[in-house]
């Protein structure tokens, strides 16, 4: 059975920065997409950043410049680098896993708190 391990998150200052880390049970060659999403309290789920099997990226607009997401098939890992965090960062973050953007597979998911 496929598992998906958030790691990484907490509290920070805005301006600073975080790096989360999923790690997937078994290999990650089998999902074409990996994806980081959050979610606050009252809002939906929201895709923040993709990568490919092919390592296209895709962000959405108000992330764009301040996160990176990348992806070590070598570690059954992906990462989202997040930097010059706002408050309005602040969510859950949860990783997720699919042959498409009808994820398959999801983590538990990690608290990133941004202070003013």
């Known amino acids: 059975q496929v598992q998906l391990v958030e790691s990484g998150g907490g509290l920070v200052q805005a301006g600073g920065s975080l790096r989360l880390s999923c790690t997937v049970s078994g290999s990650i060659f089998g999902f074409n997409i990996l994806g980081w999403y959050r979610q606050s309290p009252g809002t939906q789920r929201e895709l923040v950043a993709s990568?490919?099997?092919?390592?296209?990226?895709r962000y959405r607009d108000s992330v764009r410049g301040r996160f990176t997401i990348s992806r070590d098939n070598a570690k059954n890992t992906v990462y989202l680098q997040m930097n010059s965090l706002k408050p309005e960062d602040t969510a859950v973050y949860y990783c997720a896993a699919g042959p498409g953007y009808d994820m398959q597979y999801w983590g538990q998911g990690t608290q990133v708190t941004v202070s003013s």
């Open positions: 990568i490919t099997s092919g390592r296209t990226t």
